[in-house]
C-alpha cells in the first residue's frame, strides 16, 4: 500500500507539495474549507457578468523564475508578460515607467538613470542567484557571494535612513518614488530593510523574466496544479474546514505517512503532544498589518492621465516616496491615511478574456491595520482618480473584502495579513521558527508548507516544494526536481 500524505491548503504552496508528493508515489489527500482549490490563485466572477476577477493575487512576478515551475513546465500556464512591468504616476500627468527593457527605464528616468541601472543591472543579470539566495533559507552560507554582497550593500545603501542621506541615490522624485512603490508591497514600517531586500529582489525580475500574470485569471495556475495532480491518483475534498488537527485522521507517521499544512502555523498546534518550546516560538511569530481589497467593473480603460500608464498591468498609486511612507507608517501605527498607497491591476489591458468587448477589470488593494472593517472603496476611488481624471464615471460595479472578511475567507490570512507574518529582517530568518528546517515540525511527520516558511509569499510554489522535499528526505527517499519532473 502507498503510503499517505494528507496536505491541508490547496493555494500554491499546497498544491505544489501536492504535485511532488504525488510524482513521489504517495497517495495524496488534499483537504480545503472552500468550495473550489487554488486558495491565493482563484478567480471568479465578483462583480458583474462577464467579469472575472482574481480574488487575492493577480501579478506573479517570481512564477518565471520559480525552480519549481520550470521543473513542472511554464508551458503549461499562458503567461503574459508585458512590456512594462509597473508604472508609477505623480501628479501633473507625470509617471516613472519600469519597462522590461532597462535601457528604456534607463533612459526614461534622467537624472536617475544612471543610479537605476547601478542598481538593477547587477542583480538582473545574475537573477538565478538572486533566486537562490532569497529562495530557500538564509542560515546558509550563499553559493554566490559576489551576488550576496552587492545585494547586501544596496539594502543598506537603499533601506536605512543613513544610507538614503548620504549616498542620496535616488535623487529625483521620479526614481525615488518608482522604487518607493515596489519597497511598498512589504507592507511594513518604512524605509526597512527587509522591505528593500524584497524590492530588489522583485526589480530583478522586472528587468528579466518581467511580471508575469496568466492569460485567464490566476486560477489557471490552479487548475494546471490540479490536472497534474489529479494525473498522479490525487483527490481532493473541498467544503471541509479544519480546525483541529487532533482528530484529523491523516495516517501512520512511523509508517512514512505525511502532514503536511499550507495554513498558518499556528494551526499545528492543535495537535497532541506539541513540545512548550515549539508552540511558545509559534504563538510568538508576529503578523503583520491587512490588505483591503475592491475589485472594479468598468465600462472603459482606466482614464490614466498619462498614456503610458494605461499599458501597465501593474500600477503603484501614492505620490511622492515621502507620501508613500508616511501612509504605510500610519498603517503600522495603527491607522489608515487618507492618501494611501494603492497597490492596482488592470490585467485586462492584455488579456481581453477577463471583461466584455471594450470594458476592464480593476483589481486594488490598500494596507490597513489588522482585522479592519474599513470599507476601501471611496478611499481607492478617490487615490484613481487624482491620477486618472474621470474614473468614477468608468465604475459600474464593484466588489470589497475587507480585513476582517478575508481572515473569515482565509482562515490562513491571520487578521488579513496575505504575506503569512510581517515582514520584518528577523522573520526573514524566523520563518516560523530559527531552524536550517524551518518546514519541520518537532510532530513527527508533520511539516509547515506556506508563506509563513521560507522563502516566504508570492505566487512560487517554494515553501510547499521544499516541504515536500524535507519531507521525503526525512523518510528516507530523497527527491529532487529532476527527480519528479524528468
Known amino acids: 500500500m502507498a503510503r499517505r500524505a494528507t496536505i491541508v491548503g490547496s493555494g500554491p504552496n499546497g498544491l505544489t507539495a501536492a504535485v511532488a508528493l504525488a510524482r513521489a508515489g504517495y497517495a495524496v489527500r488534499i483537504i480545503e474549507a472552500a468550495a473550489t482549490p487554488g486558495g491565493g490563485v482563484r478567480t ?99 553559493r554566490h557571494p559576489l551576488t550576496a554582497a552587492r545585494f547586501a550593500a544596496r539594502m543598506l545603501e537603499l533601506g536605512t535612513t543613513a544610507g538614503r542621506v548620504l549616498l542620496r541615490t535616488l535623487r529625483t ?43 485567464g485569471g490566476a486560477a489557471t495556475i490552479a487548475d494546471a496544479l490540479m490536472n497534474d495532480l489529479l494525473a498522479h491518483g490525487g483527490t481532493v475534498d473541498v467544503g471541509h474546514r479544519v480546525a483541529d488537527l487532533s482528530a484529523l485522521d491523516w495516517g501512520d507517521p512511523g509508517a512514512g505517512d505525511l502532514l503536511l499544512l499550507d495554513t498558518a502555523p499556528r494551526l499545528a498546534l492543535t495537535l497532541p503532544d506539541v513540545p512548550a518550546d515549539y508552540a511558545g516560538v509559534v504563538r510568538r511569530y508576529r503578523y503583520g498589518p491587512a490588505a483591503a481589497k475592491v475589485d472594479f467593473a468598468l465600462d472603459g480603460p482606466v482614464p490614466w492621465a498619462n498614456p503610458d500608464v494605461a499599458e501597465a498591468p501593474t500600477v503603484h498609486l501614492g505620490g511622492t516616496r515621502e507620501e508613500i511612507e508616511a501612509g504605510e507608517n500610519t498603517v503600522a501605527r495603527g491607522g489608515v491615511a487618507e492618501r494611501p498607497y494603492v497597490l492596482t491591476v488592470q490585467p485586462s489591458v492584455h488579456d481581453p478574456s477577463r471583461a466584455p468587448q471594450g470594458r476592464q477589470v480593476l483589481w486594488a488593494y490598500i494596507h490597513v491595520p489588522a482585522g479592519s472593517t474599513l470599507d476601501p472603496t471611496e478611499t481607492v476611488t478617490r487615490q484613481v482618480e487624482r491620477f486618472a481624471p474621470g474614473f468614477r464615471d468608468r465604475v459600474l460595479a464593484t466588489h470589497t473584502m475587507t480585513a476582517a472578511q478575508r481572515q473569515v475567507y482565509n482562515p490562513a490570512d491571520i487578521g488579513g495579513d496575505i504575506l503569512g507574518g510581517a515582514f520584518s529582517l528577523a522573520q526573514a530568518f524566523r520563518r516560523p521558527v530559527l531552524s536550517p528546517t524551518p518546514w519541520r515540525t518537532p510532530m513527527r511527520g ?34 529532487e526536481l529532476e527527480d519528479l519532473f524528468p
Not at 535601457?103 to 534622467?110: I, S
Not at 508591497?185 to 508575469?212: D, F, I, K, V
Not at 506556506?450 to 508570492?458: D, L, M
Open 44 to 142: 471568479a466572477g465578483l462583480t458583474l457578468a462577464g467579469y472575472r476577477h482574481d480574488v487575492c493575487s493577480a501579478v506573479h512576478p517570481a512564477a518565471l523564475s520559480s525552480p519549481f515551475f520550470r521543473a513542472f513546465g511554464l508551458d503549461r500556464i499562458d503567461w503574459i508578460v508585458p512590456e512594462i512591468s509597473f508604472a508609477h504616476p505623480l501628479d501633473s500627468g507625470r509617471a516613472a515607467i519600469a519597462w522590461r527593457d532597462l535601457d528604456r527605464t534607463v533612459a526614461g528616468l534622467g537624472a536617475d538613470g544612471t543610479a537605476w541601472r547601478k542598481i538593477v543591472r547587477p542583480l538582473n543579470r545574475a537573477l538565478d542567484a538572486v533566486v537562490e539566495l532569497t529562495g530557500h533559507q538564509l542560515l546558509r552560507m550563499p
Open 446 to 479: 508533520v511539516y509547515l508548507a506556506s508563506a509563513s516558511t521560507p522563502p516566504g509569499p508570492g505566487v512560487h510554489g517554494m515553501p510547499g516544494w521544499l516541504a515536500a522535499r524535507q519531507a521525503l528526505r526525512d523518510v528516507g527517499t530523497p527527491a
Open 173 to 215: 522624485e521620479e526614481g525615488a518614488a518608482l522604487l518607493a512603490g515596489v519597497v511598498a508591497h512589504a507592507n511594513t514600517r518604512l524605509p526597512s530593510l527587509a522591505a528593500t531586500a524584497s524590492a530588489l529582489y522583485l526589480l530583478a525580475h522586472a528587468h528579466s523574466t518581467g511580471w508575469a500574470y496568466p492569460r
